[in-house]
C-alpha cells in the first residue's frame, strides 16, 4: 500500500547495500520497578529516560535512578546493546534554552554528560529539546550539538537527538548527529496517515539527513485522532485479559501491527536507519503479542528477535 503512495513524493534513495536496522527503545524512569527483567527482542539502543538541564548548564540526573541503571546493565549482559542516556522529553526540557545560551553553560552541559556516561559505561547520549524557538535558540543549540558530539565521538559515543515530524535542524547539524530520533507518532491534526507519515520522512531527506541516520518513531498505544486524544497502552489491548477500544467519535490512529508494520516499510524503501519506539512500558509483557518483537522481527528476522 505504501509503493501506491510514491506518486506524492520524491522516490527513494538509490539502493545501496543493506545495513542491520536499528531498533531504539526508550525506558521512562516512572516505568522501572526493582528486580524487574529485560524482555527486549533484538533491540539494539536502550535510552534511559530522562534526565533535566540546569539553567547553568550542569544536569540533574536524579531521575536516572538506580533501578534504571540496574535495568539497563542488565539488558546490556544479555547481548550486544547499547545503553544511552536521554535529557530532556516533554516537560522535562523548559529551561534548555538557558542551558544552551553560552560557551560557559554549553561547555558545563557537555562535561556533566560525558562524565555521568564514563561513570556508568554508557554508550551514547540522546538529546530531547521539545522545542527550540526561533534563530537564536536555533543557533545555540546548533553551536551545543557541535561541542557534545566532538566530544562524545572523541570517547567513541554516539549523539542522537528527538526531532519533532515538523522540525528539521539546520543542515549544519547533521555532520555532528549520529541519528535523529523522529518523533512520528501520530498526526495532531485528522488526515490521512499513510501520506502524513511519509511526507515526515521526505521532510528530513529533504533537508539533508543521510537516510540511514533516521529511525522513524513508533508510539506502542492507541490514540484518538481529535477530541480528549486519549491514549491506551498496547498492553491493555492485547493478550488474554484484552480491552476493546473505548467508543469515540473521532476514531483512533493506528496502533499495533498495523502501525509497526508502516514503519517497516518506509524503512525499507527508503534505506533508513530503523524505527525508534516510545515507550518499553507500553507493550505487551507475552512474547506472542509483544509489539517490540514484531517489530524486531520484521526489521531483522525473527532469529534476531530472541
Not at 526540557?93 to 556533566?112: I, N, W
Amino acid at each position: 500500500m505504501l509503493g501506491m503512495l510514491g506518486c506524492f513524493f520524491p522516490g527513494p534513495a538509490a539502493a545501496q547495500e543493506a545495513k542491520p536496522s536499528a531498533l531504539a527503545v526508550y525506558l521512562p524512569d516512572y516505568r522501572v520497578k526493582a528486580g524487574m527483567e529485560p524482555a527486549l527482542y533484538g533491540t539494539t539502543d536502550l535510552i534511559l529516560f530522562s534526565a533535566t538541564p540546569r539553567e547553568d548548564g550542569s544536569v540533574d540526573f536524579s531521575r536516572i535512578t538506580p533501578e534504571l541503571l540496574a535495568f539497563g546493565e542488565k539488558a546490556r549482559a544479555g547481548g550486544a546493546l547499547r545503553v544511552s542516556v536521554c535529557v530532556g522529553g516533554w516537560g522535562r526540557g523548559k529551561v534548555f534554552a538557558s542551558a544552551v545560551s553560552s560557551e560557559a553553560s554549553r561547555s558545563r552541559f557537555v562535561e556533566d554528560l560525558a562524565a555521568f556516561c564514563a561513570r556508568h559505561q554508557l554508550g551514547g547520549v540522546d538529546i530531547d529539546w521539545e522545542f527550540p524557538k526561533g534563530d537564536e535558540e536555533h543557533a545555540h543549540f546548533v553551536a551545543f550539538l557541535a561541542e557534545l558530539g566532538s566530544r562524545l565521538h572523541a570517547d567513541g559515543r554516539l549523539l542522537t537527538v528527538a526531532l519533532g515530524y515538523t522540525r528539521p535542524l539546520p543542515a549544519e547539524c547533521w555532520a555532528h548527529v549520529d541519528r535523529v530520533h523522529l518523533m512520528s507518532y501520530q498526526p495532531w491534526s485528522e488526515q490521512p496517515y499513510e501520506p502524513w507519515l511519509r511526507e515526515s520522512v521526505m521532510r528530513f531527506l529533504e533537508a539533508g539527513l543521510s537516510p540511514e541516520k533516521l529511525l522513524l518513531g513508533v508510539g506502542f498505544y492507541a490514540k484518538e485522532k481529535a477530541g480528549e486524544r486519549r491514549a491506551i497502552s498496547w498492553w491493555k489491548l492485547a493478550g488474554p485479559d484484552a480491552e476493546p477500544l473505548p467508543e469515540s467519535e473521532h476514531g483512533y490512529w493506528p496502533v499495533g501491527v498495523q502501525a509497526c508494520d508502516l514503519r517497516i516499510d518506509l524503512v525499507k524503501e527508503f534505506g533508513l536507519g530503523g524505527v525508534m519506539v516510545w515507550d518499553y512500558g507500553h507493550d505487551s509483557t507475552a512474547p506472542e503479542t509483544s509489539l517490540l518483537r514484531a517489530l524486531s522481527e520484521g526489521l531483522s528476522g525473527p532469529e534476531k528477535a530472541r
